[in-house]
């Protein structure tokens, strides 16, 4: 019996095997490829940009990461940073590429000494694109180097095309785009034209690096007295047909001097200061009609130099009011002077025509239109200058007051 119920169980598993490999009961089963997705790691470009900058911390830009501080690495885990050699052991011991990002918040003490806290990397991205570049200002007429302009009031309006020092073209979409190229390339310029928007909503064009240091004059109220716009980029105003010689010194309202040697560094202080400053005697000047150097270390040698240029400008006596107002509120204002500034906008009148004035370089458009009939021009009422030392308004209501004031101030 047992023998039997043996076989018949054979029986049965071969038939149900016969049945199962029938080709016509096969039911064929395709398996799926496996869907492996690797795990994506966001590697924050502001690390490429790191530099050793003191003992105090790592320098990104103008400002330093202070110490200590951690950085995370792909796996997770984090490395404190407390020095120079820590870090060079770090990148070390695991490659810039294992490290991917800060770990927020982060110390970080600016250009001018000031330590703040931020929180993210966006608040991290814009403090170092905002940092004015110290260099490049000369590299090309076209080109302006990148840096964020929220400092002066003005925002990017995007797209804007780009170009590296290489002379490879890129577009930017967005703020995050230009902070994360401008920490991977360098040198990295703006192509011009540029348009900008101001605090109030209104497009400004940049053309050239001239429009955009007269944007920033217009943001910031930095007054410059002569306007010293100099070099091969930079447009000469303020010396008739003679061009400003490197070095020179400016002179800032407290009296302190500071030297400039060359394009970069006069587009450094410009954006580095807020206050009034001037052209310091001596300096000197070349006559591009004849080549001849000119040293200039007064007022009357200043007032010679224009006159070789075919600008005559008459200064009587102090207790004389017989030259126009307009000649003695605009050139006898400054620190060697009579120590103040006019302030804008401001008018004169010519011929029946109402001009504009935002700034020094506005009046000696206008003197230079009228240099051979100054006494056309006349000051359209009131007008007010600021006390440098005091920082007092007074306010002109005629020719007399202003004659009155110099008399006093000389």
Known sequence: MNSLFKISVLLLFAGLLSTACDKENFDEITPEAPDYQPDTVEVNNLMIALRPNSSDGLALGCITINYPFDLLQESGDSITISSDADFDAALALVGLEQVVDFVFPLSVTDSEGNISQVADNEELGLAFASCVPNGNWTYSPGLLPVFLFEDWCYSLVYPVSLEDGDGNAYTVNTEQELIDLFATVSPLFYVLPLTVTDVDGNQVVIDDVDSFFAAVDSCVGTTITPPVIVGAVFQIEGFGCNELVFPFNLELSDGSVVTINDEDDYANFVLGN?????????????????????????????????????????????????????????????????????????????????????????????????????????????????????????????????????????
């Open 274 to 410: 807020d206050e009034n400053f001037q052209l310091a005697y001596p300096f000197s000047l070349v006559n591009l009609i004849t080549g001849d150097t000119l040293n200039i270390d007064t007022d009357d040698a200043f007032i010679e130099s224009l006159e070789a240029c075919g600008i005559i400008i008459i200064i009587e006596e102090p207790d004389s009011c017989s030259a126009p107002a307009h000649i003695f509120l605009f050139f006898n204002q400054g620190i060697i002077q009579c120590n103040y500034t006019v302030n804008y906008p401001a008018q004169v009148e010519a011929e029946g025509v109402i001009y504009d004035l935002d700034d020094m370089n506005d009046y000696f458009a206008v003197y230079n239109m009228y240099s051979s009939q100054i006494d056309a021009i006349d000051i359209v009422y009131p007008i007010s200058i600021t006390l440098v030392n005091s920082g007092d308004i007074i306010e002109f209501n005629s020719d007399a007051e202003i004659c009155a004031f110099i008399n006093d101030c000389g």
